[in-house]
């Protein structure tokens, strides 16, 4: 296809802001598919997407469009809002040259609003923006357009007015991409380069691999190579999203679309790669993608050891599908044989953690999560730690590491005070205030990253009664007072529900949890003592009672010193039973770890 009639654009926003609804717009109105086929959320196909009404995953869909007689092909890659999904944000932008800025016509420009912009600009995208949610009853269309000028440096005044939920105005945003969004630049006698920008597991044919070719054209039958894996394939399918898989015998420059080669190794594919032709390989591969940093570990466990081997399986596929996402085999004392999973951020946990139990029909049990550190020994090495039970004798630390994050609020100006509250509690360095307006403003802080992830947003919403927003960035190392506190069950250290904590915050944290596990644990047939320590200091102690049965309940009157007899050899067997009885912890007491924040 003549590559001046292709336009490659994605949509970036705030999360619920109308992405997926004005998607679904652009496909209605456009006539790729039927009034009948029309439902909300057409391109969200996960389970989890579609529950929690959230864009997990980036989509990709091709949409043909008839412009002053022209039909052009707008290749639309649909991009997820919340900040733990940005790492999928910036893999789609990379596959495009232009961008719809859409803002809520009520909330204006939010925190993710700002970050997703400035990532669009970076990877030097014509920016458009787009007004949506103006058929709400209250709206601020000119307060917004002001915000958009002010905060991000846009022209606000020529921003599109519309409503992706009634469909006003759309057409006006199909026609302002065709005019406004850059053709791709492309050769297509130039031997074949195709960036790999996502790919996922298909059980019946193997990986799917989805590709935006860059020069050349990739065809049908064609011997293709991977550059990073090295791997020589013949192309057995080809095709576009429309928004189905629909098969055609190529793709040419500027063109997104899938490629099928039988692939069965998951190894062999990787995000970010460069297809070229086996017989004229190009000079060079694509710049591909930076590696996205994991900063949330948690331990994940299948309840039946028997499904070891399947669960390996399926976070494999998850890698697959999602290049931000890392595991690795681990052994717990407590719990077995599992794996150390790695995450961007608490929603990204919740997300893999759901798609496991539900998509893969797998039980899991899931260790509280925790930041990766960084510990500087006696010896000179500077080790990264993201799993508690690694930390060495405080003897062997000369300096224990945080990572900091520098969190954006946006706030209701009224709530200021509570969000300058709220930081500082969590030891938060101040780094400035701008207001936005007359009644909102954005407070910048410098915060531990481990007090941001846990539950910094469920308190942000609750403070500002959903109005106020966040966005984070990880920007480096910095020394702390911390020390790893460890919780011993009946005696016996429990590595899953070791963590990592500040000294100041230890005793209260420490008492909090063991007060916490005291309710979720049940009683047994002996005491149990549940202790909070660090090295070789208890700082807090509950005591879980034994259950207590009457054996006396059958004698009526008569000598005491039956009664007596009973209750030694009661005593007995509880010494015996304490002494060899196994505790045994449920599920929630892993994750109490994290609940116990909550009650400081």
């Given at each position: 296809?003549?590559?001046?009639?292709?336009?490659?654009?994605?949509?970036?926003?705030?999360?619920?802001?109308?992405?997926?609804?004005?998607?679904?717009?652009?496909?209605?109105?456009s006539?790729?598919?039927?009034?009948?086929?029309f439902?909300?959320?057409i391109?969200?196909d996960?389970?989890?997407?579609?529950e929690r009404?959230?864009?997990?995953?980036?989509?990709?869909?091709?949409?043909?469009?008839?412009?002053?007689g022209?039909?052009?092909?707008?290749?639309?890659?649909?991009?997820?809002?919340?900040?733990?999904?940005?790492?999928?944000?910036?893999?789609?932008?990379a596959?495009?040259?232009?961008?719809?800025?859409?803002?809520?016509?009520?909330?204006?420009?939010?925190?993710?609003?700002?970050?997703n912009t400035?990532?669009?600009?970076?990877?030097?995208l014509?920016?458009?923006p787009?007004?949506?949610?103006?058929?709400?009853?209250?709206?601020?269309?000119?307060?917004?357009?002001?915000?958009?000028?002010?905060?991000?440096?846009?022209?606000?005044?020529?921003?599109i007015?519309?409503?992706?939920?009634t469909?006003?105005?759309?057409?006006?945003?199909?026609?302002?991409?065709?005019?406004?969004?850059?053709?791709?630049?492309?050769?297509?006698d130039?031997?074949?380069?195709?960036?790999?920008f996502?790919?996922?597991?298909?059980?019946?044919?193997?990986?799917?691999?989805?590709l935006?070719?860059?020069?050349?054209?990739?065809?049908?039958?064609?011997?293709?190579?991977?550059?990073?894996?090295?791997?020589?394939?013949?192309?057995?399918?080809l095709?576009?999203?429309?928004?189905?898989?629909?098969?055609?015998d190529?793709?040419?420059?500027?063109?997104?679309?899938?490629?099928?080669?039988?692939i069965?190794?998951?190894?062999?594919?990787?995000?970010?790669?460069?297809?070229?032709?086996?017989?004229?390989?190009?000079?060079?591969?694509?710049?591909?993608?930076?590696?996205?940093?994991?900063?949330v570990?948690?331990?994940?466990?299948?309840?039946?050891?028997?499904?070891?081997?399947?669960?390996?399986?399926?976070l494999?596929k998850?890698?697959?599908?999602?290049?931000?996402?890392?595991f690795?085999?681990?052994?717990?004392?407590?719990?077995?044989?599992?794996?150390?999973?790695?995450?961007?951020g608490?929603?990204?946990?919740?997300?893999?953690?759901?798609?496991?139990?539900?998509?893969?029909?797998?039980?899991?049990?899931?260790?509280?999560?925790?930041?990766?550190?960084?510990?500087?020994?006696?010896?000179?090495?500077v080790?990264?730690?993201?799993?508690?039970?690694?930390?060495?004798?405080?003897?062997?630390?000369?300096?224990?590491?945080?990572?900091?994050?520098?969190?954006?609020?946006?706030v209701?100006?009224?709530?200021?005070?509570?969000?300058?509250?709220?930081?500082?509690?969590?030891?938060g360095?101040?780094?400035?205030?701008?207001?936005?307006?007359?009644?909102?403003?954005?407070?910048?802080?410098?915060?531990?990253?481990?007090?941001?992830?846990?539950?910094?947003?469920?308190r942000?919403?609750?403070?500002?009664?959903?109005y106020g927003?966040?966005?984070?960035?990880?920007?480096g190392?910095?020394?702390?007072?911390?020390?790893?506190?460890?919780?011993?069950?009946?005696?016996?250290?429990?590595?899953?529900?070791s963590?990592?904590v500040h000294r100041?915050n230890?005793?209260?944290?420490?008492r909090a949890?063991?007060?916490?596990?005291?309710?979720?644990?049940?009683?047994?047939?002996?005491?149990?003592?549940?202790?909070?320590?660090?090295g070789?200091?208890?700082?807090?102690?509950?005591?879980?009672?034994?259950?207590?049965?009457?054996?006396?309940?059958?004698?009526?009157?008569?000598?005491?010193?039956?009664?007596?007899k009973?209750?030694?050899?009661?005593?007995?067997g509880?010494?015996?039973?304490?002494?060899?009885?196994?505790?045994?912890?449920?599920?929630?007491?892993?994750?109490?770890?994290?609940?116990?924040?909550?009650d400081?």
């Amino acid at each position: 296809m003549d590559t001046s009639l292709i336009r490659n654009f994605s949509i970036v926003a705030h999360i619920d802001h109308g992405k997926s609804t004005l998607a679904d717009q652009f496909l209605l109105q456009s006539g790729a598919i039927t009034e009948r086929e029309f439902k909300e959320q057409i391109l969200d196909d996960l389970d989890v997407e579609r529950e929690r009404g959230i864009t997990v995953k980036a989509r990709t869909v091709a949409i043909y469009y008839e412009y002053k007689g022209k039909t052009y092909e707008l290749n639309l890659i649909d991009t997820p809002g919340h900040v733990d999904f940005h790492y999928e944000v910036s893999r789609s932008l990379a596959a495009c040259e232009g961008a719809l800025l859409l803002v809520d016509a009520f909330q204006g420009v939010q925190a993710q609003t700002v970050a997703n912009t400035y990532a669009a600009i970076e990877a030097d995208l014509e920016i458009v923006p787009v007004i949506n949610k103006i058929d709400l009853p209250v709206v601020r269309i000119d307060d917004v357009m002001e915000e958009i000028e002010t905060i991000l440096g846009l022209d606000g005044l020529n921003s599109i007015l519309v409503s992706a939920k009634t469909g006003l105005n759309v057409k006006d945003v199909l026609d302002a991409i065709v005019e406004q969004v850059p053709a791709p630049e492309g050769q297509p006698d130039k031997p074949l380069q195709a960036l790999v920008f996502d790919s996922k597991y298909d059980h019946f044919r193997g990986v799917v691999t989805y590709l935006r070719v860059k020069e050349g054209s990739v065809r049908k039958g064609q011997q293709i190579q991977y550059m990073k894996g090295g791997s020589v394939h013949e192309v057995l399918e080809l095709g576009q999203f429309r928004p189905d898989m629909k098969p055609c015998d190529e793709l040419g420059p500027g063109q997104v679309g899938y490629m099928l080669c039988g692939i069965k190794e998951l190894s062999m594919v990787h995000v970010g790669d460069t297809v070229t032709g086996k017989s004229n390989p190009a000079a060079e591969a694509l710049p591909g993608y930076a590696t996205p940093q994991q900063m949330v570990f948690c331990g994940m466990y299948p309840i039946d050891a028997t499904d070891f081997e399947k669960l390996r399986g399926e976070l494999q596929k998850m890698g697959l599908n999602d290049a931000s996402f890392s595991f690795l085999a681990e052994t717990s004392d407590a719990l077995g044989f599992g794996f150390r999973c790695g995450f961007l951020g608490m929603l990204h946990m919740e997300i893999i953690q759901q798609r496991l139990e539900k998509e893969a029909e797998i039980d899991l049990i899931q260790t509280a999560p925790n930041v990766t550190y960084e510990l500087k020994l006696n010896t000179g090495e500077v080790k990264l730690i993201d799993n508690p039970q690694d930390v060495p004798d405080a003897g062997q630390i000369d300096e224990f590491r945080e990572p900091i994050a520098k969190v954006t609020f946006i706030v209701p100006s009224e709530n200021i005070g509570v969000i300058l509250q709220l930081s500082e509690d969590r030891r938060g360095i101040y780094l400035g205030t701008e207001y936005l307006g007359s009644n909102r403003a954005q407070v910048t802080y410098e915060l531990p990253l481990a007090e941001v992830i846990y539950d910094m947003h469920d308190r942000l919403k609750s403070a500002t009664r959903g109005y106020g927003t966040m966005d984070y960035e990880i920007i480096g190392y910095r020394p702390a007072d911390l020390v790893k506190m460890d919780i011993l069950v009946k005696g016996n250290k429990v590595d899953a529900l070791s963590t990592i904590v500040h000294r100041d915050n230890s005793d209260r944290r420490g008492r909090a949890l063991a007060k916490r596990l005291k309710g979720e644990i049940s009683k047994h047939q002996f005491e149990i003592a549940i202790q909070a320590a660090i090295g070789m200091r208890v700082i807090a102690r509950e005591t879980i009672s034994a259950l207590r049965k009457n054996v006396t309940a059958k004698c009526y009157g008569g000598d005491i010193s039956r009664k007596k007899k009973l209750w030694a050899k009661q005593k007995e067997g509880k010494k015996r039973m304490k002494q060899f009885g196994e505790v045994e912890i449920p599920q929630k007491a892993f994750l109490s770890v994290l609940e116990s924040g909550k009650d400081e």
